[in-house]
């Protein structure tokens, strides 16, 4: 590869996970944001109705799209790099004729059964009208996905970063009017709620109806110009049939491995709630722990693989073409230095919330006594004894989640070297082998829970030890995968170790500064901000003193020339 087109190709990575990342951030604040006010104007009821139309879309959703676009940026990007644009565009064609089939024979499935999904699967006969408002959704997504796809073969990835953007706002602006005007209206409760999950429905139509747009009037001809040939665009293609068998047998099994962790999560809730009544709780009492849980710890669990996620999506089309180019070398740094920064970013919030999990969930949730709310509610939880005996006087929602996010941290970290892992062994043609990985982590997961949950001593905690197992099966099965079929094996000591030295000297900063600092200031929303701050000026110099970041890894952030001018000369890398 010459190296013009090695700066190219890693500038288009470089600036395709920055967009995303910016993307997913702002994403997740729409999605906070939205659900505040949402709560406000549907009440829990209304709520209810919202989340189990919502639940059965993502199902829907998980099924429908998982795999194909991962699918489509491989075989995109296989075809660019061999030169062959001719055969991008009938991948393309094939794609979204697969993909307007899915979505049409879904979104029929879930507006004329939603009537069975809401009474059978639900069992909340009052979300029908969600569903079906719902719906249509799935139709829209499964086309937006069939664009992503195409873009992101081309390493472009603005186009996906608006379009979610578009929906997200959709979901947020559109939904909230519509629920306003709906109660102004007088509708019911469970109206007022599908005129609100509507919004997102009108949020995705405009995501499609963007990156549409962007598709026609999108000039391919410079970001293909480094792979350009004589007969590109009259180069012989493969028969529609094998580019099929091709896109099927690549999406199935990256569907399957995205399904099977929701699949064990959906039978941990039973196994959770069984478990904790067979050693005592009530129904109520074991909801109520699993709530907390599920509500607080698991939210903020999932936050920090936000930022390692756009790696990994612009990691399989960079490592099929090089593939393709037989640029192993190149490929090798490429992976190197893809998952050392996800090690550097991940390793820090990791131990950063193990250490401080109390004080950023009540800088969140608050601190009120639950022992208080209890008592004034007159709730059915003050006569279960074994919910009482994890409750004080001074124990609130965010001190009862604290424990069970410490040791849920573990997996944040183990989450984002699953997505690079996984990235690594999708480029490499071998998407079934993260499914192997996943169904003996879920086997793991739901039998662990079951042992741990069922001991009185253990109880409630089992549930994040038992991700923490899962992870960990996980991430070790893909790592024996990525060297026996992609020839990759890590240093330990560039990626890992160094990252992990400092992250450990992150965590004790910010444990000292939150117990120094709240020696002198009472507000503990202000002690944890200073205290967090702390710890991040303490892991950047940390990093850069041991020496964690190497010349070849500047390559790789952005305006990392300019930055690593500027720190050799302050003598901070080499």
Known sequence: MSNTTQKTSTKMFVNGVLILTISNILVKAIGLLFKIP?????GDDGMGYFNAAYTIYTTFFMISTAGLPVAISYMVSRSRAA????????????????F??????????LFFGAGFFA??????????YCIMAIAPTLFFVCLTSAFRGYFQGHQVMWPTAVSQLLESLGKLLIGILLANWSIARGDSLEITAAWTIFGLTIGVLCGMGFIWITKLLYNTSKVNAEYELENSYTMATDSTKALLKELVVMAIPV???????SLANLIDLTVISRQLQSIGFTSK???ALYGNYTTLAVPMFNLIPVLVYPIGYSLVPMISALIVQKDEQRTKNVITSSLKTAAILSMPCTVGMAVLAEPILSLIYGGASLLDKYTAEGSELLSDPMFMSYINAETSSASLAAPLLAILAVSSFLVCMLSITNSILQANKRPYLPLISMLIGAVAKVLASYLLIGNESVGIYGAPISTDICYIIVVICNFYFCAK???FRPSVGKVFLKPLVAAALCGGAAFGAYELVSMVISNLKIVTIFAIGAAAVVYVVAILLLGALEKDDFEFIPAGKKLYGILTKLKLVK
């Open 119 to 128: 009474n059978t699967v639900t069992e909340i006969p009052e979300s029908k």
């Open 285 to 287: 009492g074991a909801a």
């Open 38 to 42: 949402l709560h406000d104007i549907l």
């Open 485 to 487: 079929y992609a020839n």
């Open 100 to 109: 307007f089939v899915i979505g049409s024979v879904g979104t029929l499935a």
């Open 83 to 98: 030169g062959n644009f001719n055969q991008v565009k009938k991948i393309m064609r094939i794609a979204f004729v697969v």
């Open 255 to 261: 569907t399957l491995s995205s399904s099977v962790m």
